[in-house]
Nanobody, 126 residues
């Protein structure tokens, strides 16, 4: 089991930037994919981005491409989500998650991810 702790959320004006961090512990991560998801009030949890820990291959939800960047720091066992050009509709609780690097890992299906952080709130004001 992988333990995950997110940080870096907060209040930002539209057009601004935030960088979220997700510190991982509990297992070696070379055989895992790490993902970011978000959930707005009254909406389902949705996929944002995913990265394979060992190689660093990344995939994004179409609406996030060009604005969000997922990355990882092997030495710090930390995954990041750099968010630029933020919009009010990006307001949500953002979650970090981990899953074994199995077939379909790049699809970002919520049910595939077994380990979740507690979430960090991101609020974008207009």
């Amino acid at each position: 089991q992988v333990q995950l702790v997110e940080s870096g959320g907060g209040l930002v004006q539209a057009g601004g930037s935030l960088r979220l961090s997700c510190a991982a512990s509990g297992r070696t991560l070379n055989s895992y994919a790490m993902g970011w998801f978000r959930q707005a009030p009254g909406k389902e949890r949705e996929f944002v981005a995913v990265i394979s820990w060992s190689v660093g291959t990344t995939y994004y939800a179409d609406s996030m491409k060009g604005r969000f960047t997922i990355s990882r720091d092997n030495a710090k066992l930390t995954v990041y989500l750099q968010m630029n050009s933020l919009k009010p509709e990006d307001t949500a609780v953002y979650y970090c998650a981990a899953m074994p690097l199995l077939s379909g890992w790049h699809l970002g299906r919520v049910a595939d991810f077994r380990s979740w952080g507690q979430g960090t709130q991101v609020t974008v004001s207009s």
